[in-house]
């Protein structure tokens, strides 16, 4: 090979070996976050009664699977004086309604307002938080989905966290079942993404809406703060309206963090690869802001910190191996701190982002064609 040829060769090696350290080096970063911000996440006090009055709002719609061991939990709840349940049927087509209506005949504490569906311009889920919210009178306003079973302390627990940390909303994450392949490869990185990507105790004190995470799983606020924000009304027609609440809240003035949920409630998202496909699709085009550079952006960092390393490990490179360890380390300390599945599927954490960079494009494809649907509606 002459000189000439040798030299872009050269060139693209030490390009690929830049790279390759370098994405390393910021794997090992992250990982060292993820141990700093699992020592420094909020959890919840020990159960101790509750004197104010509590609303629980429950948005369902076509949950009869689900809505009776959800509302069953809700009602078994220790610790709360004065607790009310508003559940918002959002024009179920199932026997979800019945479901509720049956329950709510024999405990007084249980209100089911049967809806027509959303208006124009407000999207499902945030039109039923706000007519649940609207008909709430609690000083402590608590958003439950119908996925989610709460421990009998839960409730409790959650609001104890709100006041004692003086926050005007705090989003208690629940730990979450994954049980199939599919489930147990993607639904990590939610608990992940923000215990090692995201400072957690900065974003708490911070106003800026870039520094917000928060889970509709189960969400406790303030009821003035809530309404000082302007409600669900002001998220109408967000797709990720829990966070977008966060926002809203730290817009108005107040402040709210994501907090540890794990021995308050459970939670199982999706049920399969399908449903786990068709739930992340309708929502990932979101994520990066609505913009497909911010999208791009995202997912390419990603591989560039957690693929890339695996890649060149298989080539032989110790940073390679270096990094992807680092990988596998920030899920593993990850899956511990929310009693997880820790091993093996912390091993297949390129794997995971991989799946995330495929239901991104699958997301932002759909919503190009207009073909993003949810709960047998058409999503715009």
């Given at each position: 090979?002459?000189?000439?040829?040798?030299?872009?060769?050269?060139?693209?090696?030490?390009?690929?070996?830049?790279?390759?350290?370098?994405?390393?080096?910021?794997?090992?970063?992250?990982?060292?976050?993820?141990?700093?911000?699992?020592?420094?996440?909020?959890?919840?006090?020990?159960?101790?009664?509750?004197?104010?009055?509590?609303?629980?709002?429950?948005?369902?719609?076509?949950?009869?699977?689900?809505?009776?061991?959800?509302?069953?939990?809700?009602?078994?709840?220790?610790?709360?004086?004065?607790?009310?349940?508003?559940?918002?049927?959002?024009?179920?087509?199932?026997?979800?309604?019945?479901?509720?209506?049956?329950?709510?005949?024999?405990?007084?504490?249980?209100?089911?307002?049967?809806?027509?569906?959303?208006?124009?311009?407000?999207?499902?889920?945030?039109?039923?938080?706000?007519?649940?919210?609207?008909?709430?009178?609690?000083?402590?306003?608590?958003?439950?989905?119908?996925?989610?079973?709460?421990?009998?302390?839960?409730?409790?627990?959650?609001?104890?966290?709100?006041?004692?940390?003086?926050?005007?909303?705090?989003?208690?994450?629940?730990?979450?079942?994954?049980?199939?392949?599919?489930?147990?490869?993607?639904?990590?990185?939610?608990?992940?993404?923000?215990?090692?990507?995201?400072?957690?105790?900065?974003?708490?004190?911070?106003?800026?809406?870039?520094?917000?995470?928060?889970?509709?799983?189960?969400?406790?606020?303030?009821?003035?703060?809530?309404?000082?924000?302007?409600?669900?009304?002001?998220?109408?027609?967000?797709?990720?309206?829990d966070i977008a609440l966060l926002r809203a809240v730290k817009r108005a003035g107040g402040r709210g963090c994501v907090a540890d949920g794990t021995e308050l409630a459970v939670n199982r998202m999706y049920t399969g690869a399908a449903e786990l496909?068709?739930?992340?699709?309708?929502?990932?085009?979101?994520?990066?802001?609505?913009?497909?550079?911010?999208?791009?952006?995202?997912?390419?960092?990603?591989?560039?910190?957690?693929?890339?390393?695996?890649?060149?490990?298989?080539?032989?490179?110790?940073?390679?191996?270096?990094?992807?360890?680092?990988?596998?380390?920030?899920?593993?300390?990850?899956?511990?701190?929310?009693?997880?599945?820790?091993?093996?599927?912390?091993?297949?954490?390129?794997?995971?982002?991989?799946?995330?960079?495929?239901?991104?494009?699958?997301?932002?494809?759909?919503?190009?064609?207009?073909?993003?649907?949810?709960?047998?509606?058409?999503?715009?």
């Open positions: 090979m002459t000189a000439t040829g040798r030299a872009p060769r050269a060139a693209g090696d030490a390009v690929w070996s830049g790279a390759v350290w370098s994405g390393a080096a910021g794997a090992a970063l992250v990982a060292a976050h993820t141990v700093l911000n699992t020592r420094r996440w909020r959890r919840p006090p020990p159960a101790r009664p509750v004197g104010e009055r509590v609303s629980v709002l429950l948005p369902v719609r076509d949950e009869a699977a689900r809505v009776g061991r959800c509302l069953t939990a809700v009602l078994a709840s220790t610790g709360l004086a004065d607790l009310e349940v508003i559940v918002h049927d959002d024009a179920s087509t199932d026997a979800t309604a019945d479901l509720v209506a049956a329950i709510a005949a024999g405990d007084p504490r249980v209100v089911l307002q049967r809806g027509e569906g959303p208006p124009d311009g407000w999207l499902g889920k945030p039109h039923a938080c706000h007519r649940a919210a609207t008909a709430a009178t609690g000083t402590a306003l608590v958003f439950v989905d119908a996925d989610v079973t709460l421990a009998a302390d839960g409730l409790a627990r959650a609001v104890a966290l709100l006041r004692d940390t003086g926050l005007d909303l705090v989003s208690p994450y629940p730990r979450q079942e994954a049980v199939t392949a599919a489930e147990r490869l993607v639904q990590p990185l939610l608990q992940w993404s923000f215990l090692a990507l995201l400072p957690l105790r900065l974003a708490e004190r911070s106003p800026r809406g870039s520094l917000s995470a928060a889970g509709g799983q189960l969400l406790c606020v303030d009821a003035a703060a809530y309404r000082r924000a302007g409600g669900h009304a002001a998220v109408r027609a967000e797709v990720l309206e496909r068709d739930g992340y699709a309708k929502s990932l085009w979101a994520a990066g802001g609505g913009r497909p550079a911010a999208s791009a952006g995202q997912v390419g960092l990603l591989g560039w910190l957690f693929v890339l390393p695996v890649l060149a490990a298989l080539r032989g490179s110790w940073a390679g191996l270096a990094g992807y360890l680092a990988g596998v380390a920030s899920r593993w300390v990850t899956a511990r701190a929310t009693a997880g599945r820790a091993w093996p599927d912390a091993a297949a954490h390129p794997l995971s982002i991989c799946a995330l960079g495929w239901l991104t494009a699958l997301s932002w494809w759909r919503r190009h064609r207009g073909t993003l649907r949810w709960k047998n509606r058409h999503l715009p």
